[in-house]
């Protein structure tokens, strides 16, 4: 299965909102509820951001969220804040007990 | 707490294989299954597979088939993965991951995988 397809980078300065899309199919990102979004800075283990297209596990900002319309989901970080720089991934279960992750999206906070 | 710790770096040569360990602490280790998530230098996350520690029932990702084995010891909470016939593409860090419905809650801290003759 091909990988979803997230933007190679995104950017926002101090403040501002940002969202990263994840491009799925009728396969996986458009047939469940089971998108997940992980933020990796470099050298450490990804972290959960968000799973089940909209949840946030406890400990995670508020300003994290996500949501899907069709194959699209997408996350927005808004106020970024400096420590908000990193990698993010998104994540969906594509059936018969499979998952997919997206390229990867690089966040640059200016 | 949740932990994942996983086994140290290894450099293996083209055509070997090579054995890491993911070592679970702090839950019921039977009561979750486990992925295995790798990521090549400069590149994005590709899951491998899962296992079920429970029974050792595993799925693998398509492109693994033939090469991966997962196993688990429910005596030492311990989960496996095993990747054969290595070439320089497998070069990667490989995560372990703990699954929580469809997601990855609690990650090890990787292990670095150098294929080079």
């Known amino acids: 299965q091909s990988a979803l397809t997230q933007p190679r980078s995104v950017s926002g300065s101090p403040g501002q909102s940002v969202t990263i899309s994840c491009i799925g199919t009728?396969?996986?990102?458009?047939?469940?509820?089971?998108v997940s979004w992980y933020q990796e800075h470099p050298g450490k283990a990804p972290k959960l951001m968000i799973y089940?297209?909209?949840v946030r596990p406890s400990g995670v900002p508020d300003r994290f969220s996500g949501s899907k319309s069709g194959n699209t989901a997408s996350l927005t970080i808004s106020g970024l804040q400096a420590e908000d720089e990193a990698d993010y991934y998104c994540c969906s279960y594509a059936g018969s007990f499979t998952w997919v992750f997206g390229g990867g999206t690089k966040l640059t906070v200016l | 707490q949740v932990q994942l710790v996983q086994s140290g770096a290894e450099v293996k040569e083209p055509g070997a294989s090579v054995k890491v360990s993911c070592k679970a602490s702090?839950?019921?280790?039977?009561?979750?299954?486990m992925y295995w998530v790798r990521q090549a230098p400069g590149q994005g996350l590709e899951w491998m597979g899962i296992i079920n520690p429970r029974d050792g029932t595993t799925t693998y990702a398509q492109r693994f088939q033939g090469r991966i084995t997962m196993t688990g010891d429910k005596y030492t909470s311990t989960v496996y993965m095993e990747l054969s016939s290595l070439r320089s593409e497998d070069t990667a860090v490989y995560f372990c991951?703990?699954?929580?419905?469809?997601?990855?809650?609690?990650w090890g801290q990787g292990t670095l995988v150098t294929v080079s003759s």
């Open positions: 089940d297209v909209s």
């Open positions: 009728s396969s996986d990102v458009g047939a469940n509820s089971y």
């Open positions: 702090g839950y019921t280790f039977t009561n979750y299954y």
């Open positions: 991951a703990r699954a929580v419905s469809n997601h990855f809650d609690c």
